[in-house]
């Protein structure tokens, strides 16, 4: 999973990094390493995954985690966002008073893929263990999108869907032009 967000100054920047750690720490995330795609670009962290996992629920679950950690300018990365791959030519490895390390230039292709790699799964998590830390969030989510489908005045007091009433859905029709 990809977490990102964009430059202000040195002393913003290294706040919202510490306000992002100390965020991802209450979820037992920690030791994730900062990098930038580019000098005065884009921010980028990576969450590794100790298994193959749905990103869709676990990009919601963070987002919502983070905006209540008071976290606001930081962009959970979903399915279809789009990034700058890492290890581009002017990518750098950041510490974490928000200084560069390392740029990709300085190094060759094998081994800045070498390090990235090293570093990003540095820190594993296992996506149940995340899941389970939003599930009463994620709960939510899913029973808000039901009522978009099933508008609430159909639903009875204890949650079932009235007899005879049938769930609205939005149509869609195609134009010819």
């Known amino acids: 999973m990809i977490l990102q967000f964009n430059p202000l100054d040195r002393d913003a920047d290294r706040a919202v990094w ?29 969450i590794h995954f100790s298994k193959s ?57 094998e081994m800045a893929l070498n390090f990235f790699i090293g570093e990003v799964t540095n820190a594993t998590c296992c996506p149940e263990q995340l899941v389970e830390q939003f599930r009463d969030y994620l709960a939510a989510e899913r029973k808000r999108e039901i009522m978009e489908i099933v508008p609430p005045e159909s639903i009875t007091e204890d949650g079932v869907l009235e007899e005879g009433a049938k769930p609205k859905r939005k149509e869609r029709r195609l134009k010819l032009l």
């Not at 306000?19 to 962290?45: P, R």
């Open 18 to 46: 510490e306000k992002l750690s100390a965020a991802l720490a209450t979820l037992g995330i920690t030791g994730i390493k900062l990098f930038q795609v580019s000098e005065g670009s884009t921010y980028q962290a990576f």
């Open 53 to 109: 996992a749905s990103i869709l629920p676990l990009s919601k679950g963070l987002t919502n985690h983070l905006v209540q950690a008071g976290v606001t300018n930081v962009e959970v990365l979903r399915p279809g966002n789009h990034f700058v791959l890492p290890l581009q030519e002017g990518y750098r490895w950041m510490n974490d008073a928000v200084l560069p390390v390392i740029a990709r230039h300085e190094m060759s292709e």
